[in-house]
């Protein structure tokens, strides 16, 4: 009785090894797709959140040449900016944010004008929020509501238009905490956006 016991358990040890070591096989030889895809997407967001017209039949080789042609990552003040000229010359600005929502972090992409107080767009990078409430939030219709809009001076530099209100963009119905989670982030963003960089740059 005793044998069958030591059978079994060194038979679950060998067992965990060696799947311990396919599963660190895996991440090894999957890690570098990974992070190529996780910056892929921040590309993408950082361009859609820009607004910057990408020329058709890229493949992500051609999309990153692109990229690296058209924006250049800097350090402000200490922020991370990804800044683009546009055709008019003048200077705009992609910022990362990232912040708690209801079932987990969220992150993505602000683009604002050369003097911080319009905004040019914004994308999400990643979100773990409820699909068809919260998930909301990477719907185009929620994200285009903030293309072009002023920002506010004082106060919260974006709100949501309710009853009696004069907001600039509408909230998801059914995902409060989430669209509030959302607004605070990106307006606490914004603010710092503005104390680093000094209204403009």
């Not at 570098?32 to 990408?54: C, S």
């Amino acid at each position: 009785m005793k044998d069958k016991a030591w059978f079994n358990v060194v038979f679950m040890l060998i067992c965990t090894v060696i799947l311990t070591g396919i599963l660190s096989g895996v991440y090894v030889y999957s890690r570098p797709l990974i992070q190529a895809n996780t910056r892929l997407r921040g590309i993408n967001a950082q361009i859609y959140a820009l607004g910057i017209d990408i020329p058709v039949g890229m493949n992500s080789t051609d999309l990153l040449a692109f990229y690296e042609q058209v924006i250049e990552e800097k350090k402000i003040n200490g922020l991370t900016v990804f800044q683009y000229q546009a055709d008019d010359g003048s200077i705009w600005y992609a910022f990362p944010f990232e912040g708690a929502a209801l079932w987990g972090d969220i992150s993505g992409i602000i683009a604002l004008d050369h003097d911080l107080k319009t905004v040019l767009g914004l994308d999400f990078i990643s979100q773990n929020e409820t699909p068809g409430l919260g998930g909301r939030i990477e719907e185009e219709w929620f994200k285009e509501q903030f293309r072009g809009i002023a920002l506010y001076e004082d106060g919260d530099a974006i709100r949501y238009a309710t009853a009696g209100s004069n907001g600039q963009v509408d909230a998801i119905t059914g995902a409060t905490n989430t669209s509030t989670a959302v607004l605070d982030t990106i307006n606490e963003t914004v603010s710092e956006i503005k104390a680093r960089m000094g209204g403009g740059n």
